[in-house]
Nanobody, 125 residues
Framework: QVQLVESGGGLVQPGGSLRLSCAGSGVTLDYYTIGWFRQAPGKEREGVSCHSHFDGSTYYADSVKGRFTISRDSIKNTVYLQMNSLKFEDTAVYYC??????????????????WGQGTQVTVSS
């Protein structure tokens, strides 16, 4: 059974940092394109970051460039999203997704991938 479990969310002040983790079980994440998405209340889900071993692509939304970093730990079968200089507008539920079609970040059909349950990030003073 494939399962992705996000953790690391929480309440943080503006300017603070959090590191989200996406741990895989029943799946080897190195063989998947991994995306991080977020959804704020009343807003559509948006792509935040992505990394693909298939074509070496890495993606960051303009709103998080220079602040967020995606990384992998193959031994732990975990993907991380390091979030620095957090802003109020980063408040959302964050989801990781593993997509195994072999496509890169530009065209991976994430809707068909394996999704985690999400972790809440709240940026508040």
């Amino acid at each position: 059974q494939v399962q992705l479990v996000e953790s690391g969310g929480g309440l943080v002040q503006p300017g603070g940092s959090l590191r989200l983790s996406c741990a895989g079980s029943g799946v080897t994440l190195d063989y998947y394109t991994i995306g991080w998405f977020r959804q704020a209340p009343g807003k559509e889900r948006e792509g935040v970051s992505c990394h693909s071993h298939f074509d070496g692509s890495t993606y960051y939304a303009d709103s998080v460039k220079g602040r967020f970093t995606i990384s992998r730990d193959s031994i732990k079968n975990t993907v991380y999203l390091q979030m620095n200089s957090l802003k109020f507008e980063d408040t959302a539920v964050y989801y990781c997704v593993a997509e195994g079609s072999g496509r890169g970040c530009d065209d991976a059909p994430f809707s068909a991938g394996y999704w985690g349950q999400g972790t809440q990030v709240t940026v508040s003073s």
